[in-house]
């Protein structure tokens, strides 16, 4: 594998290039390395697992009251219009 240097004109580019790199999905080591972070794969049972709870309340419809609801989950501000 080849090895590239890169060379920022100043601090403000290279910690742009630093969030761009995060953002991506990149680790920047101490000595400056830039690698592809590992992904998390999940077991089999656990996938079935999340697949179950996804199923099981994520279509929306237990919730019987949802303007009700937001307004529990927003009760540190309130709603535009909707005070």
Not at 20 to 27: L, P, Q, S
Not at 41 to 60: F, K, P
């Amino acid at each position: 594998m080849a090895v590239h240097k890169l060379v920022f004109p100043d601090e403000a580019n290279y910690l742009l290039f630093l969030k761009i790199a995060e953002a991506a999905g990149f680790e920047i080591s101490e000595d400056g390395t830039v690698s592809k972070k590992p992904s998390t794969v999940l077991s089999a049972e656990n996938r079935q697992h999340h697949l179950s709870v996804i199923a099981a309340g994520g279509s929306g419809t237990s919730i019987l009251d949802p303007l009700a609801w937001q307004h529990e989950q927003r009760a540190d501000r309130d709603l535009p219009s909707r005070s």
